[in-house]
């Protein structure tokens, strides 16, 4: 059963915009949240990331909300740019998964001039 | 550090053939995951490892997928005998600690004819 979802497959944003890419997830014992990006034919790389004791992390043009209430959390990519096209993860993870994560089925973000 | 290594980047083979995906984890980093991804379930957690040693392999489909990481620079994931249903990316990503980064390898794209 798919504990994190993404449900939004795509996206697409005009270049010096906003970009927020959403991500819902089911079990309330996660307590560590990432995003990923992904290029095609390179593996993941880390983003950023936020504990579950803060509701916002901040890092460039990428911060993090994590709404615990609404089991929700968001990213914010501002201003977007071109070379943000890829394609981004959610992941979560906490004691109870053995500290694996748990990932989204990814949401793939298109940055247009 | 090259970071993670994963070998071969590409693999072709036919129905009913072995297949051995490898691993070279960053030095110093206990823990060590393989993924798969699809487009229909995204990236689906295998098996990991902790110091060598597996500690969930709930997520290996079947009895013909088997892992092992006989020491701390190397680990293999074979499948035996593989079908086309295999066919997919397969990562590999290791971690230094607990609620940490996850470094990615760049995958290995297997068909599975």
């Known amino acids: 059963d798919q504990q994190v979802k993404q449900n939004s497959p795509s996206l697409s944003v005009q270049e010096g915009r906003i970009s927020i890419l959403n991500c819902d997830y089911t079990?309330?014992?996660?307590?560590?949240f990432l995003w990923y990006k992904k290029y095609p034919a390179e593996g993941p790389t880390f983003l950023i990331s936020i504990s579950s004791i803060k509701d916002k992390n901040e890092d460039g043009r990428f911060t993090v909300f994590l709404n615990k209430s609404a089991k929700h959390l968001s990213l914010h990519i501002v201003p977007s740019q071109p070379g943000d096209s890829a394609v981004y993860f959610c992941?979560?993870?906490?004691?109870?998964?053995?500290?694996?994560?748990?990932f989204g089925k990814g949401t793939s973000l298109l940055v247009t001039p | 550090d090259a970071g993670v290594i994963q070998s071969p980047r590409h693999e072709v083979t036919e129905m009913g053939q072995e297949v051995t995906l490898r691993c070279k984890p960053i030095s110093g980093h206990d823990y060590l995951f393989w993924y798969r991804q699809t487009m229909m379930r995204g990236l689906e957690l295998l098996i990991y490892f902790n110091n060598n040693v597996p500690i969930d392999d709930s997520g290996m489909p079947e009895d013909r997928f088997s892992a092992k990481m006989p020491n701390a620079s190397f680990s293999t994931l074979k499948i035996q005998p593989s079908e086309p249903r295999d066919s997919a990316v397969y990562f590999c990503a290791t971690q230094a600690g607990t609620y940490n980064e996850q470094f990615f390898g760049p995958g290995t794209r297997l068909t599975v004819l």
């Open positions: 992941a979560a993870t906490g004691v109870d998964s053995g500290y694996a994560l748990n």
């Open positions: 079990n309330s014992m996660f307590d560590y």
